[in-house]
C-alpha cells in the first residue's frame, strides 16, 4: 500500500532535475524556478517491478514548494504545496494517497530536502547523498548532468523498501508568460 503512495513523490524528484535557464543557479544542485517535464519513473519494491510515464509542474521559491502532477491526458493526479509558516497543503485524486496523507507529506518533505540540497552539502559525496528525512532514510545517486549541471536521472534507494529509477525525457523551464 504504501508503494503507491512513495511513487508519486519520488516521480516529483525528477521533475527538479532538467536543464533550466535560470537567473541564477548559485550553490543549489537544483535552481529555483518553475519547470515543467516528463519523467520514466521504474519502482522496484518486494513486489514486482511497475513502470510509470509521469508530467508535472515543480514550482520551486525559497519560501514555497509546489508539486503538480498530471497524467497524459491532462488529468490532475496530485497537487502539494508548502508556504513558509503555513500548513502544507495536499489534494489528489489518487484514493490511496489520501488514505495515507501523513506518508505522503513526509515522502513530500523528503522530496523536498532533495530538491533544495545546495551543491556544497556535507551529505553530498561525488554523485551521491545519503538523506534523513522524518524517520525514512535514503541514498540518492544523480547521473545525466546537463549543461548547467543538474542532475537528469536519479536512483533513490531506501534499504529494505524501494528502488526509484527516474529518468527527465523532457523538460522546459517556465518563463513568466508560460505561467498565465
Known amino acids: 500500500m504504501r508503494t503507491l503512495i512513495f511513487l508519486p513523490f ?4 525528477a521533475c527538479a532535475s532538467k536543464q533550466v535557464v535560470p537567473s ?20 522496484s519494491v518486494a513486489k514486482p517491478v511497475q513502470n510509470f510515464d509521469f508530467s508535472c509542474i ?18 490532475s493526479l496530485f497537487k502539494i504545496k508548502e508556504v513558509e509558516g503555513q500548513p502544507i497543503q495536499a ?7 489520501n488514505q495515507h496523507k501523513d ?19 556535507p551529505r553530498i559525496q561525488g554523485d551521491q547523498a545519503d538523506i534523513d528525512q522524518d524517520g525514512i532514510k535514503a541514498h540518492v545517486t544523480f547521473s545525466g548532468y546537463d549543461s548547467l549541471g543538474i542532475p537528469l536521472n536519479m536512483l533513490v534507494e531506501t534499504k529494505g523498501q524501494y528502488e526509484v ?15 498565465h
Open 58 to 75: 515543480v514550482q520551486k521559491k525559497p519560501s514555497e514548494t509546489l508539486f503538480y502532477g498530471y497524467n497524459s491526458f491532462g488529468f
Open 24 to 43: 541564477g543557479q548559485g550553490q543549489l544542485l537544483f535552481p529555483d524556478g518553475r519547470y515543467s517535464q516528463d519523467v520514466e519513473v521504474e519502482v
Open 103 to 121: 506518508f505522503f507529506i513526509k515522502i513530500f518533505k523528503l522530496v523536498k530536502t532533495i530538491v533544495n540540497l545546495k551543491k556544497d552539502d
Open 165 to 179: 529509477k527516474i529518468k527527465t525525457t523532457s523538460y522546459k523551464f517556465m518563463t513568466e508568460t508560460d505561467r
Open 91 to 97: 489534494e489528489s485524486t489518487i484514493e490511496q494517497i
Open 10 to 13: 519520488l516521480f516529483l524528484i
